[in-house]
């Protein structure tokens, strides 16, 4: 699987769009961005993931850079509890998820 | 319906003793993979089970290992315990085998203490 690059850690204001940036300069072409997030002391959840094009859930938005070098994970809206470490993780389906560091969000009042 | 069960979710063990954590997958999952989080290693990918055959594995000893019934529950034994084996042990289960899908739904992990 393809490295992966996050900030270590970001700040955002509740109400505001968060947007999470990953660099994966390195991804080939069968492989997938996925983005988890993990919530103190709770297991990792999944949130969304796209191969090129530009996806949307009841959860979040990823945006995939046409060149698939870098994408943005969206929260539209950042609330207190989407306050957690959030993963970018490029997946070949062939083989085990790879978690990095991730970035650590968090939304203040 | 009922997600991914984890037993125990903590227990303190001494140096040189086994453990045996248990999973239990999301109801017509197939898949059982199980991670170990560390504050210095974050999350590390140990090993997957599909259809009571291990499909991937990690870097990590011997002395860890798994195994999975024909329920699709999963267990995964730690023998010689050491201190660095403190960790939160997570399970994850999928519909497909990993292989297949990154969509993995894990538990709330079971926190080993080894004095």
């Known amino acids: 699987d393809a490295k992966t690059t996050q900030p270590p850690s970001m700040d955002c204001a509740e109400g505001r769009a968060a947007n999470l940036p990953c660099n994966h300069s390195t991804i080939s072409g069968n492989e997938y961005v996925y983005w988890y997030r993990q919530i103190h002391s709770q297991g990792p959840q999944y949130i969304i993931h796209g191969l090129k094009n530009n996806e949307t859930n009841e959860m979040a938005s990823l945006i995939i850079t046409e060149d698939r070098k870098s994408s943005t994970l969206i929260l539209p809206h950042a609330t207190l509890r989407d306050t957690a470490v959030y993963y970018c993780?490029?997946?070949?389906?062939?083989?085990?998820?790879?978690f990095g560091q991730g970035t650590e969000l968090s939304v203040k009042p | 319906k009922a997600g991914v069960t984890q037993t125990p979710r903590y227990l303190i063990k001494t140096r040189g003793q086994q453990v045996t954590l248990s999973c239990s997958p999301i109801s017509g999952h197939r898949s059982v993979s199980w991670y170990q989080q560390t504050p210095g290693q974050g999350l590390q990918f140990l090993f997957e089970y599909f259809s009571e055959t291990q499909r991937n594995k990690g870097n990590f000893p011997g002395r860890f290992s798994g195994r999975q019934f024909s329920n699709s529950r999963s267990e995964m034994n730690v023998s010689t315990l050491e201190l660095g084996d403190s960790a939160l042990y997570l399970c994850?289960?999928?519909?497909?085998?990993?292989?297949?899908?990154?969509?993995?739904?894990f538990g709330e992990g079971s926190r080993l203490t080894v004095l």
């Open positions: 993780i490029a997946h070949n389906q062939g083989g085990k998820l790879i």
């Open positions: 994850a289960s999928s519909l497909l085998s990993g292989e297949s899908t990154g969509e993995l739904f």
